[in-house]
């Protein structure tokens, strides 16, 4: 089973700085995913990755998967307090069910 | 995407009790999964149900604890039995997508054993 690494695992920061969090294993990911989780909900996709190297953007936040597709990097600009929640990520090899890292939960602070 | 229908979303039960999670999906899937999210944590997988056979477990789980049903393509539930303290957590089912597309989550059932 891969194992993620996720860091940091708790992250609070004041509206309208940029924060950073990270994914990483040891292996290679056939693709990632990014997911956000809100309290009382279970957690909703962001994005997929999948090629090497790939930058993705969806509004304030950009993703890059990295060039050995070991690693991964979630980037918020400009972070709202409406950003707060648990970001998890999470991978799985072809038809093996869907493994999370521990996760970050990130609070902003009006 | 799929939808999923979870219930109850939440429940508080004695100690060595059971209770029974139900999911329902809008379209027909071949496998179901089943998460546990302990209080602060992350997802742990318990188990994945598949439609016809029995539901396969992971490493922790047993089937006698967490007896899961997959009666048809579209529903699945999933038992927990003999309630502790201990089990007090989120329980979330899931459906994968196509390769490389996102799982779809219930919105949990939040369990509180007393």
Redesign the interface.
Known sequence: TQLLEQSPQFLSIQEGENLTVYCNSSSVFS?L?W?RQEP??????LV?V?TGGEVKKLKRLTFQFGDARKDSSLHITAAQPGDTG?Y?C?S?SG?T???????T?LSVIA | SAVISQKPSRDICQRGTSLTIQCQVDSQVTMMFWYRQQPGQSLTLIATANQGSEATYESGFVIDKFPISRPNLTFSTLTVSNMSPEDSSIYLCSVGGRLNYGYTFGSGTRLTVV
């Open positions: 693709s995913q997911y009382g909900e279970g957690p909703v996709l997929t999948v648990l998890l999470a799985h038809n069910p869907l493994v999370f890292g521990k996760g939960r």
